[in-house]
């Protein structure tokens, strides 16, 4: 069974950071593509970062020079560094791992107020 467990998400202020971690477990993770999406209310999901099996990464322009996506195959875990957060980040991220079949994890929360 394969299963996608986001964590990492909460409420931080304008301007802070968070890490978001996403475990997966059965599949062979390391051949897998990695993205992190979001959807904010009333909007739809939207890539956010991306990283190739080969390690090669993507980024949306809005979050480029904020985020860092990166991932360790030996734990089986993509993180998203989120850096300089701005309230038009709040959305519920989740992660997806894309290879022949594409799976979704249930997704966290992410809210930037003050």
């Known amino acids: 069974q394969v299963q996608l467990v986001e964590s990492g998400g909460g409420l931080v202020q304008p301007g802070g950071s968070l890490r978001l971690s996403c475990v997966a477990s059965?599949?062979?993770?390391?051949?897998?593509?990695m993205g992190w999406y979001r959807q904010a209310p009333g909007k739809e999901r939207a890539l956010v970062a991306y990283i190739g099996s080969g390690g090669n990464t993507n980024y949306q322009s809005s979050v480029k020079g904020r985020f860092t996506i990166s991932r360790d195959n030996d734990k089986n875990t993509v993180y998203l560094q989120m850096s300089s957060l701005e309230p038009e980040d709040t959305a519920v991220y989740y992660c997806?791992?894309?290879?022949?079949?594409?799976?979704w994890g249930q997704g966290t929360q992410v809210t930037v107020s003050s």
């Open positions: 059965g599949i062979r993770f390391s051949i897998y593509d």
């Open positions: 997806k791992a894309s290879f022949i079949s594409s799976y």
